[in-house]
């Protein structure tokens, strides 16, 4: 008897005896399809192209107590989940994003000897669809000098506070992150006519490198590794682990919402199995 007959009958037997296969088509949990043997290909498991090996709708997930469901989808080969916005927040934004922009705390956006404008307050007001909103103060200083026996005396004139908001893009585009300038708003700035000018300057130049160079630190790797912490290795079928998929090669993109980190993991054709060169393929 050939092998993919073999193995035809083995599966309907299986599913048969252990009575799950109304409540697997009820469920719609899992969906099984023909197996075949890749004669070229010694040990190489595929499915047909136009069916799925296992398709699971939803796998649930917990990091820190935190429940979060991602879903498995071999018909287009990915796992599509999101990371919600209160695990989000704790793994990424406190720990990489607030530090960073904390050390631009008391930079000079203009620093002459008329005119001192420093930035300072910089933290995060919300996470919006793609990207994340700052808030920050300006500390405008005027200043007027004049010449004293030959030497400029300077005395502040007046010294005022803006405050303003500064919007920015996260996202993860092919494994990679990206950061992108959105714009800014402050209040009264009208009346330094300089200023809108001096503060896209600052951020697209200082703040938006420092934000994308921590942000880098989330990228894909860091997502698959966050998956894996939550237990996603023990819920995968056919022995797949995160970090065969890995090593297989997986292209991932991901985009900041409201709701958290929406991402999807496209996975590779041809996913190695185990050390004896099994093989899943799409």
Request: proline share 2%; glycine share 6%; charged share 20%.
């Amino acid at each position: 008897m050939k092998y993919t007959q073999k193995l035809k009958l083995f599966l309907s037997h299986t599913i048969a005896t252990s009575g799950l296969v109304t409540s697997l088509l009820l469920s719609n949990v899992f969906t099984l399809s023909s197996f075949i043997i890749n004669s070229s290909s010694v040990g190489a498991v595929q499915t047909t192209s136009h069916n799925t090996l296992i398709a699971a709708n939803s796998i649930g997930l917990n990091l820190d107590g935190i429940d979060f469901p991602v879903e498995l989808d071999l018909r287009n080969a990915q796992i599509r989940g999101n990371i919600p916005r209160q695990l989000l927040t704790k793994k990424l934004i406190i720990p990489l994003i607030i530090p960073a922009i904390n050390k631009l705390d008391g930079y000079k956006i203009k620093n002459t000897r008329y005119n001192k404008y420093t930035l300072k307050n910089i933290d995060l007001k919300s996470i919006d669809n793609g990207g994340a909103t700052f808030g920050f103060t300006i500390n405008a200083k005027k200043y007027e000098c004049v010449k004293i026996f030959g030497r400029r005396r300077c005395a502040r004139l007046f010294s005022v506070t803006l405050h303003g908001t500064m919007r920015t893009g996260l996202a993860i585009k092919n494994n990679q992150a990206v950061v992108t300038y959105r714009g800014h708003s402050i209040r009264g700035q009208k009346w330094y006519r300089d200023l809108p000018n001096l503060l896209d300057r600052a951020f697209k130049k200082h703040t938006v490198s420092v934000i994308k160079k921590n942000f880098s630190k989330f990228d894909s790797m860091n997502l698959i590794t966050l998956l894996k912490s939550a237990g996603i290795d023990q819920k995968l079928p056919l022995g797949l682990t995160t970090d065969k998929l890995v090593k297989s090669g997986v292209s991932v993109n991901a985009d900041i919402s409201q709701t958290g980190l929406k991402f999807v993991i496209q996975l590779p054709d041809s996913i190695l199995l185990s050390s004896n060169s099994k093989e899943l393929t799409k």
